[in-house]
């Protein structure tokens, strides 16, 4: 597996880099943006602000009511919160030891506005409440754009995060390092992170509750993407956070892990070794299944027709009603051929490798302000990847080689156990970037496409 990040300075890799020279054609790319249009942005180092010096609130004079959620840390001193909201303006996120508002008792503030954001050590509008602030364009407000924002709390490294889309280290956009007690200090200045729990809102809605919004621990590591056996994980790769095992995996994608991750689950068997090579024709030759199938399938994904944006889904077995579609789908890749951005209906995947080459690109969250993706990692013949409710949900699929050299993987989905809405559909970005319901379809059922290509291939 192979990566490229955008982020300018990405925190410790979700996606750690395992071989950057196997796939030497994978090039930087530039930074990312929540902001489908350009827009100013502002110099590190750049004091100024339109309204005046940095540290100076863009809030107004009285302060919106601060709105305490049902959220409570479950371990005091740590932990992430979540929300996603529309905002009409600043808005600031506010935790503290106890459901008590007020403007001079010591909280964390996470206060976003449109010019700067800062963290705050009192919910005032002072300069001295200021923690540190930055002007940092991914760090501002999107007015009246949905976006996820999350406030980590980290208080064994005394560490404050602020994040969009999914809690992961590489998509904190502002951190703040709580300075250490001073020599000559009896008082810990700080010392009352420890006790914080409670969660409030002020400038914005309260929103609808989800289960996604609260996390017990802070954003420290990411789970790396890649999985690898226990006999093959290594202690220099748990140094280097380069892969992880499936225990670290919820238990919906153990059950699929351990029905595909054998050595047996392979596309070229020894009752057909030329299987790969039949598909790969019958993609590339006019008249064939693959050709003509892929070719009807240009305007499946909406705008303007892409024969491009095609792949072939073959299910294998039904639908057991533990997943969005069947769960366990073949999916064929010809080059230079690739996936709408989409998530997966909040459902469990593995994903492995079946033959070739699979490039994955990972975005925050599924919207229309949302197009550029933050990190891409390639995985080779046999690698084994997973999404799941929290990490890795939206993504983008390409096989970057040339036609004539397809990729297969095995796409394997469930939904969690305490999953009780099952939500039925992928939802993607159609061709004007509209949000858009997918129903997860097949193409063929395996044993009748896997007959077919031996026909053609005998044919030839």
């Known amino acids: 597996m192979t990566l490229v990040f955008r982020n300018r300075n990405p925190l410790p890799a979700l996606f750690s880099e395992e071989a950057a ?55 005091a001193g740590q932990g992430t919160i979540a929300f996603t909201i529309t905002p009409r303006g600043p808005f600031r996120i506010i935790l503290s030891g106890d459901k008590t508002p007020s403007s001079t008792d010591p909280v964390l503030v996470l206060d976003v506005g449109e010019k700067q954001t800062c963290f705050r050590k009192r919910n005032d509008q002072k300069p001295d409440s200021i923690i540190e602030a930055t002007t940092a364009k991914d760090a501002l407000l999107r007015r009246d754009v949905a976006l996820t924002y999350w406030f980590s709390l980290d208080t064994q490294n005394r560490t404050l995060r602020f994040g969009l889309g999914e809690m992961l280290p590489a998509l904190c956009v502002f951190e703040a390092r709580l300075p250490p007690r001073a020599a000559g200090q009896e008082i810990d200045p700080y010392a009352y992170i420890a006790k914080i729990r409670h969660v409030a809102l002020s400038g914005t809605p309260v929103p609808v509750p989800s289960d996604d919004f609260l ?32 225990a670290n995996l919820d238990q919906a994608s153990q059950v699929l892990y351990g029905t595909v991750a054998g ?62 579609g069947s769960p366990y789908v073949l999916e064929i890749w010809p080059g230079g051929h690739y996936s709408p951005i989409h998530n997966h209906g909040k459902a469990s995947a593995i994903i492995k490798v079946l033959h070739g080459q699979i490039w994955v690109e990972l975005y925050p969250q599924l919207s229309p302000q949302v197009l550029d993706y933050y990190v891409e990692a390639a995985f080779q013949q046999g690698d084994v990847t997973f999404l799941s409710p929290r990490f890795y949900q939206v993504h983008k699929l390409i096989n970057r080689n040339p036609p004539g050299r397809m990729t297969a993987t095995i796409q394997c989905y469930r939904y969690p156990e305490d999953d009780t809405r099952h939500y039925e559909y992928f939802d993607y970005l159609d061709g004007n970037n509209a949000v858009q319901h997918f129903q997860p379809d097949s193409d063929s059922e395996f044993a009748a496409f896997k007959s077919l290509m031996r026909k053609e291939w005998a044919a030839r």
């Open 21 to 75: 020279s196997r796939l030497a054609r994978l090039s930087p790319r530039p930074e990312r943006s929540f902001d489908a249009q350009p827009s100013a942005s502002f110099a590190p180092d750049d004091r100024e602000l339109l309204d005046g010096r940095l540290g100076v609130s863009e809030v107004p004079p009285e302060l919106p009511e601060e709105v305490f959620t049902e959220y409570v840390f479950p371990i």
């Open 263 to 324: 050595a047996g689950i392979t596309l070229d068997t020894a009752d057909f070794p030329e299987f790969s090579a039949a598909i790969d024709r019958s993609i590339m030759t006019p008249g064939l299944w693959c050709f003509e199938k892929l070719k009807s399938k240009a305007e499946e994904f909406g705008g303007k027709p892409d024969p491009l944006k095609t792949y072939l889904r073959i299910t294998i077995g039904p639908n057991q009603g533990d997943s969005p």
């Open 215 to 246: 996390w017990p621990v802070p954003v420290t590591v990411g789970l790396p993407g890649l999985v690898v056996p226990t006999d093959r994980i290594t202690l220099d790769d748990i140094a280097a956070n380069r892969c992880t095992t499936i």
